[in-house]
């Protein structure tokens, strides 16, 4: 199923079409041993990946796929449990690589993993076909990051601006608010299509973010795939590659697509049932090596290319403050930009609780004009400074006057802060956040050139237009005379 890798575009069509038209279900094999999810089978060549059907008796037969081998048997993991399989009972190959049914008509729809709508509407007519475990766009058919995405979300756009086809990460805890972030930037972006992959959530977790986050707004132009925690790792694993299979299908298209795969730990995982299965040696955490070669493959799969675009956020879960937990540590490498979810900032109802000063997007500097970078120094410059004087501020021990940097970095708290809240419901659009960014900038930069003895300049309330609700511009010199006179 790798032939494809090497011939052209067109070639690839064919080949792929006539190896789903291969008679494979001649292949059989028998059923010899059990080890958890995984059935040993004898006599049985199938490749790694290729899909096969184990004939159980009473229960009916259950699909699984070929995860690898051992002294002369195939190793199979299967979708179900393995209940009712029974010593020598038949497998079948059915195909040699899973294929989805795409086209237009996945839009505003829930699938599973394989392509099976959940959501009780009807089929509808889907006439294209995609294999769920493409391989990545070759290097040199990626033009470079060039036009700015618009996520919808005023912190990311400002001082995070996000490019088409880049990859970034989401890294949070749990409860810090990764699907309401997700799922304002699927009622907001100005994407053309958004592909959200949820992977490893309960199924409570899944029907709030489909009532609650992406609402009737956020799926019209969405298609959601669902792999629950209870599904098999199989399953939660195919998920990821289905929901990217689908993005893949809209970027041929020519379209600007989005794509949001929650969780990428979770999608790890489920690699890590799948190779302890098969026999791979535990790592750090019990994690097997091939771990580490999936995430690659899966996140390469996003991108740009000259039809169209994959830009793609993946959520990465991090509990305390765990530097050496592999699947962050790995992601980090892998991606063109980080987004960290504080719950510090979440426990003070700062949402969304997006932590500037320890994220970074790297190809922002290729595509926002001079002066938004030069507006988004200033703003990062003052929550810097602010962040390492935030103890003395707090105990009242800094007196005002002391540092200009120190002082308009006071001054502006509030204005800055609005700025980066946002309320659930509402999103100004890409260009007008960028605008507001620079006039709060420039009110910065004033404010450090006058010498330390002017009076307090009053504060423009620009930054709180960004939202509807955006009140809390405060006259935040007082803050400053505040802290002064603690400090007395
Ligand atoms: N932008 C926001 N505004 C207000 N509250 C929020 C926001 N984002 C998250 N929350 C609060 O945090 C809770 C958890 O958010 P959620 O997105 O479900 O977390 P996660 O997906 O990270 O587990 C929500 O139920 C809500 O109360
Ligand atoms: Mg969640």
Redesign the pocket.
Known sequence: MEAGRFVGKGMEATLFDNLNHTPTASLTGTVSETIGMTVVVADFPAPVGAVVRVEREAEGPCEGEVVGFRDGRTLVYLQSATAGVRRGNKVRMVRAGRVLKVGEGLLGRVLDAHGTFIDGRPQPLLTGRARIDRQPPPATERPRIREPLSTGVHAIDSLLTCGRGQRLGIF?????????????MTRNTNADVIVTGLIGERGR?VN??LD??LGVEGMKRSVVVVATSNESALTRLQAASTATAIAEYFRDQGKQVLLLM?SVTRFAMAQREIGLAAGEPPTTRGYPPSMYALLPRLVERAGQTSQGSITAFY?VLVEGDDENEPVADTMRGLLDGHVW?SRKL?TR?H???IDILSSISRVMKDITSPQHQAAAQTIRKLLSVYAEHEDLLSIGAYRRGSNRTVDVAVEMRDAIETLLR???DSAAPYEKVVELLIALAEQCQVRLAAPATSPAIPIQGAAGAATTSGGATQPSAANGTRVAQAAR
């Open positions: 949070a805890g749990s409860g810090v608010g990764k699907s309401v972030l997700l799922g304002m977790e709030e973010f609650r986050d929650d959520t979810l979440a109802g949402y969304p609780a946002q309320p659930i």
